[in-house]
Nanobody, 115 residues
């Protein structure tokens, strides 16, 4: 069992940056993959960024070059650094942990980007 708690969301102007954190209730060292996902109003939840236990990362095309996912195993925390934010990045951002066959989700944090 893993509890995930996101923090760092808020209101920011377009072009600015925001950093999200996802604190896990136990060690994430062996967790297969940690991801950040987002869901905008009226849209399906989508994968934003993913980092594996070996540190391999991948990103949605819409955020490549602007967002960076990282993990600090010593702090049981995953981060999402978001730069050059756009109004279309507005969404609730969810942290997710995949430890086969189980999936764990955080409660989400709102990110709003004003134009």
């Amino acid at each position: 069992q893993v509890q995930l708690v996101e923090s760092g969301g808020g209101l920011v102007q377009a072009g600015n940056s925001l950093s999200l954190s996802c604190a896990a209730s136990r060690s994430i060292f062996a967790i297969n993959a940690m991801t950040w996902n987002r869901q905008a109003p009226g849209k399906q939840r989508e994968l934003v960024a993913r980092i594996t236990s070996t540190g391999s990362t991948n990103y949605a095309d819409s955020v490549k070059g602007r967002f960076t996912i990282s993990r600090d195993n010593a702090k049981n925390t995953v981060y999402l650094q978001m730069n050059s934010l756009k109004p279309e990045d507005t969404a609730v951002y969810y942290c997710h942990a995949f430890q086969p066959p189980l999936n764990y989700w955080g409660q989400g944090t709102q990110v709003t980007v004003s134009s």
